[in-house]
């Protein structure tokens, strides 16, 4: 991509940007459920609905939708995605203390899901409708099929209950405490990605460049890691990225399981307390990481394969 073309992505990010802001506040604004009460409820005071009235008086939740959209939108453009009314926090420093542990799952995630998944889909590849072939695709196939809460509670059952070596509440954020929440993730991920780098590079191995590579006596061995692995990764590049935007954006269901302090447990106890100035923005910070993540792999295409270039 040349600078032409990542301003034009820029400006439309912008553009997505305010568009997912509108209708995420729109959804917010008629959703049920009081905000208001709810702030007073999570700090053990019964209130009246003097108090409560004149709070969302103080608070502009009285003012017409518009205005309310506007003045968000005014103050997000600055930073300020206004106070957490169930934690009574800046919701920048919320999401902000629980990005880190979130970064943190993710990468572990990641480079499990590498381990994984890229020796088995070459295995795979290489072994193609042999036995091992047969197995691992079996094995993918059992953990596309599994959902990741089921797939947590077995292994916490097998490694916190029974063997005792990881801690059940994964909330001190050390190694042990990350491990299970990480590896829950990654195996279900590596089942897609094997088969993704299997199909990748059973293609590239039935290209000519390779036929010519053995013709002239080269290892296989060699042709595989020098030639058809590096071709075989731009197509999986985009894959790769999603998912740490996928992941950035905190895995609910896992963080709520081991309770893991990350983004994806916030926005659960956001949305069950009907939190709407921290729901709003950490939707909108989840946008802006999925398309940030997209641009960047888009920009990468061109230092992984020349071929990319050439065509600009």
């Not at 053990?44 to 968000?72: A, C, K, S």
Request: with cysteine; aromatic share 12%; charged share 15%.
């Amino acid at each position: 991509m040349n600078k032409k073309q990542i301003l034009k992505r820029l400006l439309q990010i912008v553009i997505v940007l305010i568009g997912i802001s509108f209708i995420t506040f729109a959804l917010t604004f008629m959703s049920p459920g009081d905000p208001v009460r709810n702030m007073y409820t999570a700090t053990g005071v019964m209130p009246t609905e003097e108090m409560i009235e004149e709070t969302r008086e103080e608070l502009g939740l009285n003012d017409p939708f518009f205005v309310q959209y506007t003045r968000w939108l005014t103050n997000c453009v600055k930073g300020d995605f206004g106070k957490s009314y169930s934690l009574n926090k800046p919701v920048t420093e919320l999401l902000l203390s629980r990005l880190w542990p979130t970064l943190k799952l993710t990468l572990m995630s990641m480079f499990l899901m590498l381990l994984i998944s890229v020796p088995l889909g070459l295995i795979s590849a290489i072994y193609k409708d042999k036995w091992m072939d047969y197995v691992i695709r079996a094995l993918t196939f059992l953990g596309c099929s599994i959902p990741n809460f089921w797939m947590g509670l077995l292994l916490m059952l097998a490694f916190c209950v029974y063997i005792h070596a990881f801690p059940v509440i994964s909330s001190s954020g050390d190694f042990k405490s990350l491990f299970l929440p990480a590896l829950t993730l990654a195996i279900a991920m590596s089942a897609k990605y094997t088969r993704q780098v299997r199909t990748a590079v059973l293609d590239e191995l039935s290209q000519d460049y390779v036929i010519g590579a053995e013709a002239r006596g080269i290892k296989k061995s060699r042709i595989i890691w020098c030639n058809v692995f590096p071709n075989s990764l731009l197509p999986l590049t985009t894959m790769f990225g999603l998912s740490i935007g996928s992941l950035l954006g905190g895995t609910s269901v896992v963080e709520v399981i081991f309770s893991y302090p990350g983004l994806g447990n916030l926005a659960v106890s956001a949305i069950t307390s009907s939190d709407y100035n921290l729901i709003q923005g950490y939707v909108l910070w989840m946008a802006l990481i999925y398309m940030v993540i997209n641009l960047l792999v888009d920009v990468s295409y061109r230092y992984i394969d020349p071929r990319m270039r050439l065509k600009e």
